[in-house]
């Protein structure tokens, strides 16, 4: 009797451990970031307001490879111009894989306000 309820114990924590690390996969996982635009992280691209290329990159390698199991690890990510502050536009992004070959990253804008812009990437 005490070993069916250890065997039932253990498996019950076990179950625990992996729904939590799921949970914590996919909420580190994300490839969307909502973004202030302030003094400090806005330009303008066409005579528009745009979240500086320099953010989208930093921001864009810190996520793009948060966990050793998720994506691929890259380094100096560059974007060619701010990502302008309008729902569907985009840019490509580029980034070095640790093979030194360069990686594509397109990047979306899902939703912007005067004082905010949503994006995502694609890994």
Excluded at 35 to 53: M, P, R
Excluded at 64 to 93: E, M, Q, S
Excluded at 96 to 101: E, I, Q, T, Y
Aim: proline content about 4%.
């Amino acid at each position: 009797m005490h070993r069916n309820k250890f065997l039932i114990g253990v498996v019950g924590g076990a179950t625990t451990v992996v729904a939590l690390g799921a949970v914590g996969t996919h909420l580190l996982s994300g490839t969307e970031s909502t973004t202030g635009l302030d003094k400090y992280d806005t330009v303008t691209v066409g005579g528009q307001k745009a979240l500086a290329g320099n953010i989208v990159a930093a921001r864009t390698q810190s996520k793009y490879h948060p966990l050793p199991w998720i994506g691929d690890k890259v380094t100096n990510v560059t974007c060619p111009t701010g990502l302008t502050a309008v729902a569907g536009a985009t840019i490509t992004c580029t980034g070095k894989k640790s093979d030194s070959k360069t990686v594509a990253i397109p990047i979306t804008v899902v939703k912007a306000t005067p004082s905010s812009i949503t994006w995502k990437f694609e890994r």
